[in-house]
């Protein structure tokens, strides 16, 4: 009995309303999925007036029987070796819906391309030929699919004429891989027997198939659900990049969950730092007023200036993702090079990207064998539990809470090697912010500047130890003060006494210790005093992490004395001490201090008089726009 | 609809900066008033710009290619979008010195009025390209020709393309970032895995990256969209005396296609329809089974 559906309704005038459904077809090579794709086009009347009489007489020329997978096969070195080496979309309609049917390769050489292909779809067909049944590429497929988050998973045995369509082989099939997959978890929404090639099961249950009662394909693809955006659950808002192209300041990135709208509170992780959403802004029309939700790509403005960068992600306050270092995730290996313990690693997860190493690996395993475990690397192609140790902190969810943020790639060389599913977040020292609620000052901050004269700013004086950085910053002070300034003096050694006594001078401590010192300086300069910072901070990225904290308040002064003058100098006797190994890494001796590029100002104490270099700064800052006085040209008094 | 030669879309542009009104302290937010749920169009439009927001923030010199065809008017739109307004980045025209004379009035009169950084550039002439490629093919390998001097000139390390995987088989395999050597060729063989939005974005030193905000688009997604934000068309495109361009090259190797649809609506009621390819006008696509991939290959778009 056949009974063939009538597969291609009409569609909505403008052809972009319908639900559009993305499909992957995967499997072992040579199972049938080209076949099964060209067979599917042809049944539904998807294919281009002419396009099967053309390939037919190609094939004919060049002397081969007409394939169902040359229709796909559209690139010579496919055709050459047989096989579909990249994913391939392709465009058809069911009764109800859009298809897009991704046909990815089977080849094992080329999983990379059917990650590339099934990472895009709301679900897969899995086929499976009756003859040779379930084989490692099959299970490795299906491993993938759990990995990569596709639920919806219908599986297609092909080739049934093989078997002289046979009940009981179909059987044996079916338990098989539905074993394997509910173990992963994936439960397939049906198994059916089909002949690609004879078009029994594709979109007709045929005589031959009698004894099936369930769903041809078509009618499966058809009850394939478009994946929904995550509406539902926590906002999660990845900061794709900050753009000041006018004089609003714009957090631009994509919702990948929740909903955020002008008035919410917010935290911007991993620094768990708090504020309001201003307004939500657009383009022709601004601002755009109503909830955004899941899936949209927003740019939002806060209720403050706070230092904030691509890679982090805004989220409620009380409902934020966990700033960690240390991730365990479960992984699969794209790359030549195995993955050991050890390893140097990029990861990329949302927006941020950041170096890392692999600190343990577990569970390595090669899914289409499923046997031979192992704990020190993974091979190309195989997936396993690693232990990554982040050098910078970032946000994320376990999977189980929030897909999207639960997930990173691993970049090798510049190019993605690997990915997975974050399994489990240690949080960091820092204390959960859901306690944190910023006290504004109750002064504004022209109150401020009207009294003082000056606006707010982070005068950063750095150079090597004994450079002169103390005293122009006493001076400095001194100065300001005697103007009705307020300023502030912040020198490193002091500030080392007592809220910096628990660092040492390791990279790591340095970089703590200059950050901590560009934080409470940005504080007094929000507040409109002139923090006046003497720090030798010789890391060239720790200054740049300074700045980006204090933004457009800071200032720059490189006190460039030569280094013989500073050890001949030597007021606090390091250099002797150094000189004589009494004091380790003591920057000075060693050739690690990194010289700014960009400073608001250069200093030579050696060639100046300490006035004369004060007023240097002082006509700098008012240059800058933080000294209000119209300033005579001191420099002419002279 | 919006034609060549009607209001320009300046009037959408004013911004209407954040009023008092707006401000923190004022906002109740006792009922979330939702906005209408995602559309497919809106879906497309979300994602196209945060592709655009991806390259604008991991390459360091950007261009976008401005073909003045339906589709990169779309892309201009969209990057206006990722970016409130302007395009951060020049629209670079590869001029074959071929097109319609509508394309280059098109051009003129955009490229002022959405104040683009236009950036123009010759294609080498017919003599210097290699002979053995079919007619029609030589006259379109010109523009890979331009394009690889452009980036000579100027050192782009990101060229924004306008395909779609819906228009032609080898385009179906792109990946949205793609490598090109050193030479502007494709290695369609070893393309770098792509997944989850996160992309390859580090090219080798002297090789540029292909990014392609819509290659998930359709024709029929970039005449709905075109016709839902009023986006200026060259109109070429609308039917005149039975026919009708369904794509826009270089007007010696483009020709029309038999048609009545004289305004976007008829356009997408006759693709609902159609088993004609968009490209059926190129000659270039059909003069041997594997021009337009040896063209790819080689860098053509």
Known sequence: ?638 | MHLLDKDSAMDQLRWNGPTEGSLVGQISTDARSHQPAMDHLDALEAQSIYIFREAFARLKKLALLWSLGKDSNVMIWLARKAFFGRVPFPALHVDTGKKFPEMYSFRDRYGEEWQLDLKIEPCPPLETIDPTLPPAARSAARKTDGLKLALAKYGFDGLIAGIRRDEEATRAKERVFSPRGTEGGWDVRDQPPEFWDQFNASPPPGAHLRIHPILHWTEADIWAYTKRENIPIIPLYLAKDGKRYRSLGDADITNPVVSTASSIEEILTELDGTKVPERAGRALDHETEDAFERLRVAGYL
């Not at chain 1, 559906?5 to 090579?29: C, D, E, M, S």
């Open chain 1, 1 to 638: 009995m056949n009974m063939v559906i009538p597969a291609a309704i009409a569609a909505t005038p403008n052809g972009t309303t319908r639900p559009q459904v993305r499909i992957v077809i995967v499997g072992h090579v040579d199972h049938g999925k080209s076949t099964l794709v060209g067979r599917l086009l042809h049944e539904t009347g998807s294919l281009p007036d002419g396009k099967l009489e053309m390939l037919k007489s190609v094939s004919a020329r060049r002397g081969m029987p007409f394939e169902w997978s040359f229709l796909l096969d559209a690139l010579q070195t496919e055709r050459d070796q047989g096989i579909t080496i990249d994913t391939t979309q392709i465009r058809f309609r069911t009764r109800s819906r859009d298809v897009v049917l991704i046909d990815a390769p089977g080849h094992a050489e080329f999983l990379r391309n059917m990650i590339t292909g099934a990472s895009q779809a709301d679900g897969a067909l899995l086929i499976i030929d009756a003859l040779e049944g379930v084989r490692d590429q099959t299970r490795r497929h299906g491993y993938l699919l759990h990995l990569l988050g596709v639920k919806q998973v219908a599986v297609v045995v092909n080739k049934m004429d093989r078997v002289d369509f046979s009940a009981a082989r179909f059987e044996e099939i079916k338990n098989e891989i539905s074993a394997h997959l509910t173990g992963l978890g994936v439960t397939p929404t049906a198994v059916i027997p089909i002949s690609a090639r004879d078009g029994d099961g594709v979109a007709g249950r045929t005589a031959k198939i009698r004894w099936y009662r369930g769903p041809t394909v078509v009618e499966a693809l058809d009850a394939l659900e478009p994946a929904r955006p995550l509406q539902a659950l926590a906002l999660r808002l990845p900061v794709q990049a900050i753009y000041k192209f006018d004089d609003r300041r714009i957090v631009a990135g994509r919702i990948e969950s929740g909903s955020l709208a002008a008035g919410d509170e917010i935290v911007i992780m991993p620094a768990g730092k708090i504020a309001k959403i201003r307004t939500v802004e657009g383009w022709p029309a601004t601002p755009v007023k109503g909830v955004q939700t899941a899936g949209r790509s927003v740019g939002i403005t806060l209720d403050r200036e706070l230092f904030i960068e691509r890679g982090d992600v805004i989220a409620h306050v009380g409902d934020s993702p966990r700033d960690t270092r240390r991730i365990r995730a479960r992984i699969f290996w794209l790359h030549d090079k195995p993955l050991t313990t050890d390893a140097s690693i990029l990861v990329r997860l949302g927006t941020r990207e950041t170096r890392a190493t692999v600190v343990a690996i577990e569970k390595a395993v090669d899914p289409g064998e499923l046997s031979s475990v192992e704990n020190k690397s993974i091979a190309r192609n195989h997936v396993g539990e690693i232990d990554i140790s982040l050098a910078h902190p970032l946000a994320a969810d376990p999977y189980t809470d929030n897909p999207r943020t639960g997930r990173l790639v691993i970049e090798v060389s510049g190019r993605i090697a690997g990915g997975g599913l974050v399994l489990s977040v240690d949080a960091g020292q820092r204390a959960i912010p859901v306690d944190i609620v910023p006290v504004e000052s109750a002064l504004r901050p022209d109150e401020r500047s009207a009294r003082y004269r000056h606006n707010g700013a982070v005068v950063w004086l750095t150079g090597l130890p004994a450079s002169g950085k103390s005293t122009l910053a006493r001076a400095l002070e001194r100065r300001l003060f005697s103007n009705g300034g307020s300023p502030v003096l912040l020198d490193g050694d002091t500030l080392r006494a007592g809220l910096n006594g628990d660092l040492g001078f390791s990279a790591v401590d340095r970089t703590e210790n200059i950050r901590r010192l560009a934080e409470v300086a940005t504080h007094l300069a929000r507040n409109g005093h002139i923090a006046i910072v003497a720090a030798v901070s010789p890391s060239g990225e720790d200054r740049a992490a300074a700045r980006r904290i204090a933004d457009d308040l800071f200032r720059e002064v490189y006190v460039a004395t030569p280094a013989e003058i500073c050890e001949s100098r030597d007021p606090k006797g390091h250099y002797a001490k150094a000189r004589t190994g009494a004091l380790q890494a003591f920057t000075g001796i060693g050739n690690d201090y990194q010289p700014p590029t960009n400073s608001e100002l250069t200093i030579d104490t050696s060639a100046r008089s300490v006035p004369d270099a004060t007023d240097e700064i002082e006509r700098m800052l008012a240059k800058t726009g933080i000294l209000f006085d119209e300033l005579v040209d001191l420099a002419a008094n002279i």
